[in-house]
């Protein structure tokens, strides 16, 4: 890890990112995983956010065409306990798998191919009690991570949780307001029309 300085000063830029009046919530994911990843030294790293029951890859760092075009061919059902992704939704909590070589319960076997990994972190995205998706990268050699990425990784998908929630209450807002523009439009047109009712419908 490049030092508690280096990782406070990533956590405000994305902090930044998400205050601004007009964010875009794909460039806060990114910046999310790419700071993340920067700071933990892996080679890569991905946000998959679920969609019922699939998690789908939303963001992505250092990833082949060929790793993405798997992704999409096979989004990952949350039931599949043989990848990092679903077994992370499971417990609810972080997973770290040292070397996938070596893991009994690792069955991703396509997707290891195509991505040469070996070492896994995952951190479950949570809002409320729910898993909305989780936050993950790995190494390419059987590198262990250490508790202190660990933690680090969780205060990143805190942030995203953070950005994806100022997303959705801006669209609810968007929505509210299209709604109350279209009532006031009917309402002039009433009140202009209080003796021919033709304009109204």
Not at 19 to 31: G, Q
Not at 95 to 107: A, C, F, G, M, N
Not at 117 to 125: E, S, T
Not at 172 to 188: C, G, I, K, N
Request: charged share 25%.
């Amino acid at each position: 890890m490049k030092g508690p300085t280096a990782g406070l000063t990533a956590m405000a830029e994305v902090l930044q990112i998400i205050s601004r009046t007009s964010f875009n919530l794909h460039a806060v994911l990114e910046a999310v995983v790419e700071r993340a990843t920067s700071l933990c030294r892996a080679q890569a790293g991905f946000i998959y956010r679920l969609e019922g029951d699939i998690y789908r890859l939303d963001v992505a760092l250092n990833i082949t065409p060929e790793f993405r075009a798997f992704t999409e061919r096979s989004p990952i059902r949350i039931d599949n306990l043989g990848t990092l992704t679903a077994r992370v939704d499971r417990e609810r909590r972080t997973i770290h798998i040292p070397d996938v070589l070596h893991d009994p319960d690792y069955t991703y076997w396509e997707a290891q191919r195509l991505g040469n990994f070996r070492a896994m972190l995952g951190v479950p995205m949570i809002r409320g009690d729910t898993v909305i998706g989780v936050l993950a990268m790995w190494r390419t050699e059987p590198e262990p991570f250490t508790d202190e990425e660990a933690q680090l990784v969780t205060i990143f998908a805190d942030q995203a949780v953070i950005a994806i929630e100022q997303a959705r209450h801006a669209a609810e807002l968007a929505d509210t307001l299209e709604q109350q523009t279209a009532s006031s439009e009917v309402l002039r047109i009433i009140s202009r029309s209080t003796a021919d009712v033709g304009p109204v419908f």
